[in-house]
């Protein structure tokens, strides 16, 4: 689980819920026409936007920025290493025999010891980087339409309450609660699309990033090990995807 998302949702609604009721009562920012408009005219979009598999698939995309486990470069650099001294030691065909977990760099060892040519893997392996983006693309931009889509249909859902309010000017003291459940559409959109859709988005594109440098690096690595090159260059070549901070250290020390 990615504790920095619950942290952020957690605080968010404290500091929401908290103010309200520093206020007044949580109740008069409860109104059910003012939800309706939001939240229907929000899913109406974007069904209208996308297709339907796509949107089936947004419940998956919400579930990714709560629970994903990201793989540590250099965790995977030294497996990399590692892999490449047996392939020094022994050969690359050995690779093959080597239990690997990670899926993507599984495949490239296999497409190594099947003594694929470098220029062949490095497509192939290629191929499924652009396919995942564009995958991660598509459930950002969903993300991203909903946190646009929100403050547009609250103004939309404020706009019919004041028409509503201006039809029934005869009693001036309705004018002020007529106003304030108006003005809750607003507070609905900019809610969803604040604290749920746009930071949603955001950490959806960090973690597409992270999952893109993590499959170069071992886009590098293996093409090295084909090369036949020094396991220790295989290293230093990788490290130059971290920051100097996050280097290992025994480069630091070098």
């Not at 949580?26 to 229907?40: A, H, K, Q, Y």
């Not at 590692?82 to 760099?105: M, Q, W």
């Not at 809750?184 to 992270?210: C, D, E, H, Q």
């Given at each position: ?14 500091a ?29 979009a ?7 598999e ?27 290493q ?15 025999k ?30 499924e ?6 995958r ?22 404020t ?17 002020g609660?007529a ?20 930071p949603?988005?955001?950490k959806l594109?960090?973690?597409s ?9 071992i ?33 630091k020390?070098?």
């Amino acid at each position: 689980m990615d504790i920095a998302t619950v942290i952020g949702m957690v605080t968010a609604t404290v500091a929401i819920i908290g103010s309200i009721l520093a206020g007044g009562s949580l109740l008069i920012f409860v109104d059910v026409p003012s939800v309706l408009v939001v939240g229907l005219g929000v899913i109406g979009a974007t069904f209208i936007k996308w297709p339907m598999e796509k949107v089936t698939s947004l419940v998956t995309v919400f579930m990714k920025s709560l629970f994903f486990t990201p793989a540590d470069p250099k965790v995977m650099i030294e497996e990399i290493q590692k892999l490449a001294e047996t392939a020094r030691r022994e050969s690359v065909f050995a690779l093959e025999k080597v239990p690997i977990e990670d899926a993507f760099l599984k495949k490239a060892v296999t497409l190594a010891a099947d003594n694929r040519p470098p220029e062949v893997i490095q497509a192939i392996l290629q191929l499924e980087i652009d396919a995942m983006e564009d995958r991660h693309k598509s459930g950002v931009a969903i993300m991203s339409g909903i946190g646009a889509d929100g403050p547009a249909f609250g103004m939309i859902g404020t706009l019919i309450g004041l028409v509503q309010m201006l039809q029934n000017l005869s009693d001036p003291s309705a004018i002020g609660p007529a106003m304030a459940v108006a003005l809750l559409t607003t507070f609905y959109g900019a809610v969803l699309a604040n604290a749920i859709a746009l930071p949603i988005s955001s950490k959806l594109g960090f973690r597409s990033k992270m999952e893109s440098t993590k499959m170069n690096i071992i886009v590098a690595g293996v093409l090295g090990i084909v090369a036949g090159e020094n396991p220790r260059v295989i290293r230093e070549k990788l490290d130059s995807f971290l920051a100097p901070g996050d280097r290992l250290v025994e480069d630091k020390e070098g």
